[in-house]
C-alpha cells in the first residue's frame, strides 16, 4: 500500500535554500548513514537487480537477491517503480506484511540512475500496540455503555455534567443531551441540596472518596439515595470530579428489614433461659447472650472477640472439638454434654446444641450453640444409677448364690456322691467273689458319704470357707494352696499383694473360689511341674492369675457340660470383672480375671465410694 508520494527535489530544494545542495542520489546516502543497523535497505538497479543489501537485509530477507523486485517485500515497490514517470525522483512511504511481520518502508525513485531505494523498519510492534489500544477502547466503551451504576463528570469549578453513561441517563430519567446542560444542583433534592454541595466540595479538596446515601432527585420527582465513589481527573484540560452512581434504595430496604429482624431475633434470644452464643470456625465468639453473660460472669465486650475453647474444662476440649469437626452439611447439628465452670467456680454440666452454617463449597463458617444447665438431672441420674446398681447388685447376689451352690455341687458333693456309689456298686459287685476287696470298697464309699455329708453342712452354712470370715482372703488362698500342696502334685508359688484388710463377702468368695477351680484344673490336668498363683491390687481392681507350664488344652473346644472354666468365666461376669482363658496344646495355661473393687460398705449401702477404704495397718 503507497500511502505518500513526494519528489526528491523538494527535499534538494529545502537544503539549497539553507546553503547545503544535496542531489538526488545524495539525498537517500544521508538517510542510509542516519538509520540503526537493524533496519533493512535495499538498492534495486533499472533492470530490477539488487545492487546494493546491508546486513538487516541479507539476515532477514536471504532470497531477495535471487527474486529482485518480485520478492513479496519488494512487491508494492515495483508498482511505484513501473508508475514513476522518467527523470522524475520520487519519494513513497509503502506498508508491507511478510512473514508474520509488518515493515514501513521508504522508497525513493532515482531521477538519472533510475535506481530505486527501499529503507525499512519494522513496526510489528507498534501495529500491534494500535490495535490492542483500538480493541481496550472497543472494551472499555462497551463496559461504559453496559455499566448498571451511573457515571457522571462534573466540572469541578461549574458544577456543570460534561459527559454521562448511559446507567445515569436510567437511573434519572433524562437523556444524555438534557444532564449535559444540566449541573450538581439540578439532580438534588432543594431542602438536601447544602449537604450535596458540600459533599462535592469535599470530593473536590481530596477531603473524601465516597458521599453515602446522598438524595438524589429523579427527572419525575421521585428520590431516591445513592452512594457516590469519585475520584478527580483533567477532562478536556480543567480539573473534573467522576462520580459513580450506585442506586442503594434496594439495599437500605433490605438492611432495615434485616434490622427489624435482628430486634425480633434478639428479643427472643434475650428472653431464654438458655446460654446462646455463635463463634466462627476458629471458635471466636461473634454473639453472646445476657444469660451467657451472667453464668460467666463477664460483660459482652468481654467475650466477643475472645476463643470460647478458654471457657471450657481442659480435659473436655478434645472432645468437644472433635464431635464439632464431625459437622457436615448434611449433619449440621451435634448434642454434647460437657462441664463448664461457672463465673462462682461451680463445675456444671451442660447440654450444649451446636448448628453448623456451611458456605456452598461445604467450609464451615459459623457455629450457633444453644446450652442448658443439666447439673441437677446428671445428679438426679447418677442417684437413680447407683439405686440400679444397688438393685442389680441384691438379685445378682441372689443369683449368684444359687449359681454358686450349683459348681459347688458339681466340684464337691456330686463328685463325693458319685464316688461313694461308685464305691458302694463295687461293694456289692466284690462281696460274694473278693470280700476283703468289697469291704475296703464299703468303708471308701463311707469315708466319701461322711465327706459328702461334711461338704453338705458347709454349703448349708454359707457356701464359704470359714477361713475367708476368719482371716481374711490372703488367709484363705494360702491355706488352699497348703492344701493343695499336701496331696501332691506340681509345686505350687503363691505371690499376693493386697491393700485392703477385707473386701465384700461376695468378693472374697468369688476369688476364693476362681482360685480354687484354677488351681485344681492346674494340679490335676497340666502335668506342670510349676503352678504359679498371684492376687495383686491394682488402683480399683483385683487381679487374679494361675498359670502353669504344661500341656496345655483349647479354650474353644471345651464341651459345654464341663463347669469348671465356664464357672470361672460367670463368676466374674456376675461381679463386673473380665476372665481370660489364654492356652494351646504344648503351651501351657494362663488363667487372668480382673475384678471391681467391693468392700464390705461398699456392699451393704449398694454405693461404690473410695472414701470407706480401710488399709491394712502396717507395724512400724
Not at 470530593?203 to 432527585?217: K, T
Not at 464316688?419 to 468303708?443: C, N, V
Amino acid at each position: 500500500m503507497i500511502r505518500e508520494h513526494q519528489p526528491c527535489e523538494t527535499a534538494g530544494k529545502e537544503a539549497a535554500a539553507r546553503g547545503n545542495p544535496v542531489t538526488a542520489s545524495e539525498c537517500p546516502r544521508n538517510l542510509v548513514s542516519a538509520m540503526p543497523d537493524q533496519n533493512p535497505i535495499v538498492e534495486i538497479g533499472p533492470d530490477g537487480e539488487v545492487r546494493y543489501m546491508n546486513s538487516a537485509a541479507s539476515r532477514l530477507f536471504p532470497d531477495l537477491r535471487q527474486q529482485g523486485l518480485s520478492h513479496p517485500w519488494l512487491a508494492p515497490c515495483a508498482v511505484m517503480a513501473r508508475e514513476s514517470p522518467a527523470g522524475e525522483c520520487r519519494m513513497a512511504i509503502v506498508e508491507v506484511e511478510f512473514a508474520g511481520r509488518a515493515y514501513q518502508l521508504a522508497v525513493c525513485c532515482g531521477a538519472k540512475e533510475r535506481s530505486l531505494r527501499v529503507y525499512g523498519i519494522d513496526v510489528t510492534q507498534h501495529k500491534r500496540a494500535e490495535e490492542a489500544l483500538r480493541q481496550a477502547h472497543d472494551e472499555l466503551q462497551a463496559i461504559y455503555n453496559a455499566m448498571v451504576d451511573g457515571l457522571l463528570i462534573a466540572d469541578a469549578e461549574t458544577k456543570h455534567f460534561v459527559r454521562a453513561n448511559p446507567g445515569i441517563c436510567a437511573m434519572l430519567g433524562y437523556s444524555e443531551e438534557r444532564l449535559l446542560s444540566m449541573s450538581v444542583m439540578d439532580i438534588h433534592p432543594p431542602d438536601k441540596l447544602p449537604r450535596a454541595l458540600a459533599a462535592f466540595e469535599d470530593l473536590v479538596r481530596g477531603h473524601a472518596r465516597i458521599a453515602e446515601a446522598l438524595p438524589i432527585l429523579r427527572g419525575d420527582g421521585t428520590i431516591f439515595h445513592a452512594d457516590i465513589s469519585t475520584s478527580l481527573l483533567t477532562y478536556r484540560g480543567r480539573l473534573a470530579v467522576l462520580g459513580i452512581f450506585r442506586d442503594i434504595t434496594e439495599r437500605a430496604r433490605a438492611e432495615a428489614a434485616l434490622r427489624a429482624s435482628e430486634e425480633r431475633y434478639r428479643a427472643v434470644v434475650e428472653d431464654q433461659t438458655e446460654v446462646i452464643c455463635r463463634f466462627t470456625a476458629d471458635g471466636t465468639l461473634t454473639f453472646v447472650n445476657d444469660v451467657f453473660c451472667r453464668f460467666f460472669g463477664k460483660a459482652c465486650n468481654e467475650l466477643i472477640g475472645r476463643k470460647w475453647q478458654a471457657l471450657a474444662m481442659p480435659d473436655e476440649l478434645p472432645m468437644v472439638e472433635r464431635q464439632l469437626l464431625a459437622m457436615s452439611p448434611a449433619n449440621p447439628i451435634a448434642v454434647i454434654e460437657n462441664r463448664i465452670r461457672s463465673d462462682r467456680g461451680e463445675i456444671r454440666w451442660m447440654q450444649f446444641v451446636y448448628r453448623g452454617f456451611f458456605d456452598p463449597s461445604g467450609r464451615l463458617v459459623e457455629v450457633q450453640a444453644v446450652g442448658r444447665d443439666v447439673t441437677d438431672l446428671k445428679k438426679a441420674q447418677e442417684a437413680l444409677a447407683r439405686e440400679h446398681r444397688a438393685l442389680k447388685r441384691l438379685l445378682q447376689s441372689s443369683d449368684h448364690e444359687r449359681r454358686l451352690i450349683a459348681y459347688e455341687i458339681h466340684d464337691g458333693l456330686a463328685q463325693q456322691l458319685a464316688g461313694a456309689l461308685m464305691q458302694f456298686e463295687t461293694y456289692a459287685y466284690q462281696k460274694d467273689k473278693l470280700p476283703e476287696f468289697a469291704d475296703r470298697a464299703f468303708e471308701a464309699g463311707m469315708a466319701m458319704l461322711r465327706q459328702a455329708h461334711f461338704e453338705t453342712r458347709r454349703l448349708i452354712s454359707g457356701v464359704r470357707p470359714p477361713i475367708l470370715d476368719e482371716a481374711g482372703i490372703m488367709a484363705a488362698i494360702s491355706h488352699l494352696v497348703n492344701e493343695e500342696q499336701r496331696k501332691g502334685g506340681p509345686r505350687i508359688e503363691l505371690h499376693g499383694r493386697i491393700e485392703h484388710e477385707r473386701l465384700s463377702p461376695i468378693l472374697e468368695n468369688a476369688i476364693y473360689r476362681i482360685v480354687q477351680e484354677a488351681l485344681a484344673n492346674a494340679c490335676q490336668h497340666s502335668q506342670s511341674e510349676l503352678v504359679v498363683v498371684s492376687l495383686t491390687q491394682e488402683c480399683c481392681k483385683i487381679r487374679i492369675e494361675v498359670r502353669d507350664q504344661g500341656i496345655g488344652f483349647d479354650p474353644e473346644a471345651i464341651a459345654e457340660n464341663q463347669f469348671g472354666v465356664a464357672g470361672i468365666r460367670e463368676r466374674a461376669r456376675l461381679l463386673g470383672g473380665i476372665a481370660t482363658i489364654e492356652s494351646s496344646p504344648g503351651q501351657g495355661t494362663r488363667i487372668a480375671v480382673e475384678l471391681p473393687l467391693i468392700f464390705p460398705n461398699e456392699a451393704n449401702a449398694g454405693t461404690p465410694g473410695r472414701d470407706t477404704i480401710s488399709k491394712r495397718e502396717k507395724s512400724p
